[in-house]
């Protein structure tokens, strides 16, 4: 949970890399969604194509990207005959419809379109929110250095065009991306040259979203240095009128007063301010600031009140589909009940809590794998793709070489030099690739066997918590007998093995296969134990992921050296890796 007390995460931070384009006609930016879908077949090509990109970028993508989709693909249809400009614009709006989908590799081909054509058009302000958008994608899958080296690539245009809103965005996104990475120093390095490229220019531009990242850059280990640039942030957005960010500032502001100052009256104060703002200006917030207010007041041992504020809270999750905010909100009402001992309401809580943390869990899993899936398919026709076009170059030099007779001993010599070299070079390349998907197929194993781990060592946390409690009757007796059936379920829930084999069986082919040969006895839980040998794991964290005591394991062990037939001091994890 102490993640939470980031004060609006990834999801609530100021939104990054993401540039939305708006129409260059006057007459289309004022026009309604519903006035633009009335004109949308009566224009000309050139005004439809603006008309299309509004739709998309300022109605659709945000809110339902299945029509984005459908709209960004007609546009794309459209520009693809004769308009460079919106042809890549379609592309932009397609791989950011991906992002949002969290397709990141289909995302990123998408956005790659977009590049080569606006470079080839010179189109440099659109070229360098591309950039910008690319950073991003790269954000969301963790890689922080090859963000930070493309938002450099888009500073480079944006300094060669003056684009001084784009220099100073880019700024504020390196900032937070070294913030991400945990390195203060430079993330404030880059906070203060974009308010000083502002200043410098006298830009009439609120610098409240600067001043808040800022105050969540020195929050951890300077709460005085966090506290003035939060209200410097709140009285710059007053100056500005900027009601969004003051949602998210005020926010910020309560947090800190909440969780680091310890000062309720304050942190209340800078709650109630960003709910009233909020529910005017982003609802959406409204289900995390509940939830800080619900955490506080447990904290502060209130858990009336902390009820009060986790239901609000876990009311509006459900209805804008927060999963992480249902997920906190369910544990301190589980948390509050428990303390007030009102168990049966405890239980309740807690079997939510258990069912959308595993909701979360498995989603993970199937985003991750979705996504490793179509960077090896991406891969795979790329290299069918130059395969296609070697084989293309090698007939037209037959061809060429069946019309001149005199020099065909001489070329066909150069010729098989030539296809000696490329062929060494492409078996130097297959090698490389194939041991880049080693490399990630382990990493997905590594990890999945890891939030088994954390899984099956959080419920049996939960089990322990659940035997202490006391005083109960009957039917909460049985109540809570379900549970523990239930939990413990979720340890030995077969699709974690499954997902686990399917990394496994990846990069050991045939590996089960073998051990059967060797010896037909062997059962399916020995089967698992030899994976987890092979794979390293120590008798402790075997244990973990079979929900089995150390001295299980051991006699386990043991059963399965005396199947395989080995002596004694033979080295059982050296005899799997042999296999």
């Known amino acids: 949970m102490k993640n939470y007390l980031i004060d609006l995460s990834k999801k609530t931070v100021f939104f ?12 289309i930016s004022s026009q309604s969604k519903d006035s633009l879908l009335y004109i949308l077949e009566k224009q000309n090509t050139q005004n439809r194509l603006k008309t299309l990109n509004k739709l998309v970028s300022d109605y659709y993508i945000y809110n339902d990207l299945d029509s984005a989709g459908i709209y960004a693909n007609k546009m794309l249809k459209i520009s693809l005959k004769n308009n460079a400009k919106f042809t890549a614009l379609a592309y932009y709006n397609l791989s950011l419809i991906s992002k949002y989908k969290q397709k990141y590799y289909p995302a990123i081909d998408l956005v790659k379109k977009s590049i080569l054509i606006q470079q080839a058009n010179n189109l440099n302000k659109d070229l360098a929110d591309s950039y910008k958008l690319l950073a991003g ?37 390196i900032g937070l991306l070294y913030n991400e990475m945990q390195n203060t120093e430079k993330a404030l390095k880059y906070y203060f040259k974009a308010i000083k490229i502002i200043d410098k220019n006298h830009i009439n531009k609120s610098k409240a979203k600067l001043y808040g990242n800022i105050g969540v850059a020195y929050k951890l280990k300077k709460s005085d240095s966090a506290l003035y640039y939060y209200k410097l942030a709140i009285n710059d957005g007053i100056i500005h009128k900027d009601k ?14 909440a969780f680091y100052l310890k000062n309720k009256d304050s942190a209340k104060n800078y709650y109630n301010k960003s709910i009233i703002l909020s529910k005017k200006y982003n609802k959406r917030l409204l289900p995390s600031i509940y939830s800080s207010m619900g955490k506080m007041y447990y904290e502060y041992k209130n858990y009336k009140k902390s009820i009060e504020y986790s239901n609000k809270s876990l009311e509006l999750a459900t209805k804008y589909r927060d999963l992480s905010t249902k997920e906190i909100s369910n544990f301190y009402l589980y948390t509050s009940y428990k303390s007030l001992n009102k168990p049966q309401k405890s239980i309740r809580y807690l079997e939510d809590f258990v069912d959308i943390r595993d909701t979360i869990y498995n989603n993970k899993s199937k985003i991750s794998l979705e996504n490793l899936e179509a960077k090896y398919e991406n891969e795979k026709n790329k290299i069918k793709i130059e395969l296609l076009k070697t084989k293309n170059k090698k007939n037209i030099l037959i061809e060429w070489l069946l019309g001149i007779a005199f020099f065909s001993s001489l070329v066909l010599l150069y010729l098989f030099y030539r296809n000696h070299k490329y062929k060494q070079k492409q078996i130097l390349l297959e090698k490389e690739n194939l041991n880049q998907q080693l490399h990630y197929k382990t990493k997905q194993l590594t990890s999945q066997a890891l939030m088994m781990i954390q899984k099956n060592k959080l419920v049996d946390d939960i089990l322990k918590n659940i035997s202490n409690l006391k005083e109960l009757g009957s039917s909460s007796k049985q109540e809570l007998n379900l549970l523990k059936r239930k939990l413990k379920k979720t340890i ?41 040998i092979k794979l390293g794991f120590n008798i402790k964290e075997t244990a973990l992921l079979l929900n089995q005591s150390p001295d299980s394991v051991k006699t386990a062990r043991y059963t399965l050296r005396k199947k395989l037939n080995l002596k004694k001091g033979e080295n059982i994890y050296d005899f799997l890796n042999g296999v």
Request: net charge negative.
């Open 16 to 27: 990054i890399f993401i540039l939305v384009f708006s129409s260059t006609e006057a007459q």
């Open 137 to 173: 994608i790269y954000y969301s899958l963790n890689d922080y250095n090859k963000a930070i080296e493309l938002t450099f690539k888009a500073i480079k245009i944006y300094e060669k065009i003056n684009n001084i809103e784009g220099i100073v965005a880019s700024y504020n996104n």
């Open 244 to 257: 969004y960010g003051l949602c998210s500032n005020y926010f910020n502001l309560g947090n800190l007063y």
């Open 492 to 532: 030995h829930s077969e699709d974690d093995w499954e997902l686990f084999k399917h990394y496994f069986e990846e990069i050991n082919r045939d590996f089960f296969d073998k051990l059967k040969q060797i010896s037909p006895r062997i059962t399916p839980a020995e089967f698992k134990l030899s994976a987890l």
